[in-house]
């Protein structure tokens, strides 16, 4: 069964069960189109609290939200047009840890934040979509397909600042894997996921998760079998994209000559996330084979009994009960 709860542009959900004297209370957060992060329970989701608002003038584009191990009451965000940031969900009191027009030690403007985890220790990773198009300029940056992208590393105990792995194409969702052995990076322009190594024989190399995934890949989240959840943006079937792929002049004269609109027009509006398991084989895929609920899928948080699907431009959640 699928259905939907409005609201503009949920983009990645994350939960945090808060322990009371009485009950368990989950809350399901996300944030919106509108530069908001809100707040709703599980239960009802019709009732939604607002964490963040945005005043005029200063509003970001929050993206990734991942809670600290350690302490619930920490939520961090990857914001597309500001960087990262803290909330203390006591005071709502929101803090840059990065800002992406000068993150300091040395490295470039942040161009496009996309998404983070954070290890128990506190540390940050987090994902630079394209050093060269910002949010506006996505459609430029899937066109391009050139390796723009970067996964970089913060550390909240003493303000370090530094690049892990360069040359990636398009940066998009990270996921941390079983006793933080590892990263999974999603490379959208490239259709796979790449592995970083955090601990054992292979630290600080890398080689491919899964590869050749038959579409655009967004996000990547756990799932509650052991494996993990991929959002697609958009399909690969009809080869549209893929035909350009090693054509770089011709998908540049495309977006350049402002025929992204046709160009979108032949691409299937068909919605569908898969799951990965632990080797990266795929081991199940869920659609909407007329993209009318979860159309452009951008994130999966899984519930065990129920699957919250975020988009990039849908004005709902989609709930999937499994």
Known sequence: MVCSYSFHGPFACCVEISNSFFFHVGYVYTGLQDGRIIRFGRTNPASYETIVSCTQ???????????????KSKLYVADAKKGILSIDLDTRRVQTLVNAHHPGNGIPPLVFVDDLVVLSNGSIFFTDLSKKFGLEEVEAEVMEARPNGRLLHYSPSNGS????????????????????????????TRARVTRYYLKGPKTGAG????????GIPDNITPSSRGGYWVAFAALRDNGVLDMMAGLPWLRALVYK?????PVKALIQKHGMIL?????????????????????SSSSVLDLGDTLLVGSYYAPHIAVCTM
Do not use: W
């Not at 990965?276 to 159309?295: E, F, R, W, Y």
């Open 257 to 261: 000559s402002g025929l992204m609109g």
């Open 161 to 188: 600042l530094y690049t892990v792995l360069e040359g990636l194409h398009g940066a998009n969702g990270v996921c941390v894997g079983p006793n933080e052995e590892f990263l999974l990076v999603v490379e959208m």
């Open 275 to 295: 799951e990965l398991d632990a080797n990266g084989q795929i081991v199940k895929s869920l659609h909407d084979p007329n993209g009318v609920v979860a159309t």
């Open 57 to 71: 003038g200063n509003c970001g584009r929050p993206l990734g939200l991942y809670f600290h191990p350690q302490d």
């Open 207 to 214: 080689d491919t998760f899964a590869q050749n995934l038959p």
